[in-house]
């Protein structure tokens, strides 16, 4: 029996609320609060409020009553119209309906779900394949389940939050090396006491910036020091390597990497994270992992979706193609134009176009937006300290037609900013 139902409830016994003691939790956010309004005081618009009244395809939506070229989603394939998706969720949800109801260890796990692990499994080549409700639920599993207090996990600085979330979750030692320096993470590995597990944690491609990581010298370094290694292609799956698998499959290190995290919300178009591997007991995680565990499930119509976009990726080589065409132009031209970007040549479907401070972003971003295309603005923490930028994402789906008009847009907003001479 609990305490509460041993003693009954008797309302004289309520200590009153003092309203003198105590603080708003709230205050700790004042200066973030002052900053944003300040700059809302300059007449700009809120970058982070934006609202996509009618999307028409994978590069053209309506914001502000206006028909706005898209520049900053993460829809690199352009799945989400793909008719035949689109009709593997409707059918969905009209035979299992609108959702589960349930975790995967209960009644959570639907044909759909099983379909969907086998569609990564082929995808990646892989024995094992879990389906986790998102990407950061993937990483924060991960992290937090296979790595104990006597292990430790050696990460890129410029690691994604879940990366870092997971890691906070967790018990592990957290090292962080300096982002893709492979002497750092060799050092910081050699500084590392020899009991312990040791995972180290890389990136395809780091999503603020749209560089991609030295994965073979770093998978070099990682296995002679004995770590597993875990690489997130959550920017890279789709397009890079052979068979669309990442950056991982394009450096030829495959054989070496030991867990592949990943998710649905960008290359496959709808929602879901996973992790794939190989390694034999990988599928107790399904027990031990309370990011998959003490969570719903994806719905039946996201799965099915998922589950039909990844084997349709498997044939998407033309694709892949044109969405490189459109990253190399794209690169090329805002260089000419004379912005500074944050790669020398484009390396993945990212461009970052780096400004000096937050107005100046913010001012280029409405400018940019008023001519029709939208991109992601960005800044710390999500940036590195003291950075702002702009992130175009291309799709390939964008036509020759858009990439020429955005690069007549960028000059436009540009000169009106004095973003560029
Ligand atoms: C590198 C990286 N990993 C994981 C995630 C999380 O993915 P999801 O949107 O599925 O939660 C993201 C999302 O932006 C990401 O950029």
């Given at each position: 029996m609990t305490e509460a139902a041993r003693t009954p409830y008797d309302p004289a016994d309520e200590v009153p609320m003092d309203h003198t003691v105590g603080r708003d939790l709230f205050s700790k956010f004042d200066p973030l609060i002052n900053e944003?309004?300040?700059?809302l005081d300059t007449g700009v618009r809120d970058p982070f409020a934006l609202v996509m009244e009618k999307v028409h395809s994978p590069t053209l939506a309506t914001i502000n009553a206006k028909k706005t070229i898209l520049l900053g989603t993460y829809n690199y394939m352009g799945m989400t119209f793909d008719p035949d998706v689109i009709a593997a969720g409707k059918r969905a949800l009209d035979e299992y309906g609108s959702g589960t109801t349930g975790s995967r260890v209960l009644n959570?796990?639907?044909?759909?779900?099983?379909?969907c692990e086998e569609a990564l499994k082929e995808f990646y080549g892989t024995r094992h394949a879990m389906v986790f409700s998102t990407g950061y639920q993937a990483n924060l599993g991960l992290m937090s389940t296979i790595a104990g207090k006597e292990d430790y996990i050696i990460l890129d600085a410029d690691s994604h939050a879940s990366i870092y979330d997971g890691c906070a979750l967790g018990n592990a030692q957290i090292v962080r090396f300096r982002h893709n320096s492979v002497e750092d993470l060799e050092k910081r590995l050699r500084r590392l006491p020899p009991e312990g597990g040791r995972l180290v944690v890389l990136e395809g491609v780091y999503s603020m910036l749209g560089d991609i990581a030295p994965l073979k010298e770093?998978?070099?370094?990682?296995?002679?020091?004995?770590?597993?290694?875990v690489v997130d292609e959550a920017h890279g799956m789709g397009f890079f390597g052979k068979h669309g698998r990442g950056v991982f499959e394009e450096a030829g290190v495959e054989d070496d990497i030991d867990f592949v995290v990943g998710t649905f919300s960008k290359s496959v178009g709808t929602v879901g994270g996973f992790v794939v591997s190989n390694h034999p007991k990988f599928d107790v995680m399904r027990l031990v992992c309370r990011p998959y565990v003490f969570t719903a499930s994806l719905p039946p119509s996201v799965v099915a979706t998922a589950a039909t976009s990844i084997r349709k990726l498997m044939h998407a080589g033309n694709k892949r193609g044109h969405l490189w065409e459109n990253s190399r132009r794209l690169h090329l031209g805002l260089r000419e134009l004379g912005f500074t970007l944050a790669t020398p040549e484009a390396q993945s479907a990212i461009i970052a176009v780096l400004l000096p401070?937050?107005?100046t972003t913010v001012r280029?971003?409405?400018?940019?937006?008023?001519?029709?295309v939208y991109v992601n603005m960005a800044r710390p923490p999500a940036t590195p300290a003291g950075m702002y930028l702009l992130r175009c994402s291309l799709c390939a789906d964008h036509t020759d037609e858009q990439v020429g008009q955005i690069l007549g847009m960028f000059e436009a907003a540009g000169r009106a900013t004095?973003?560029?001479?």
């Open positions: 944003r309004q300040a700059l959570g796990t639907y044909q759909g779900h099983k379909e770093m998978v070099a370094v990682a296995k002679a020091a004995g770590a597993m290694i401070d937050q107005n280029m971003w409405q400018a940019l937006l008023e001519q029709g004095g973003c560029i001479a």
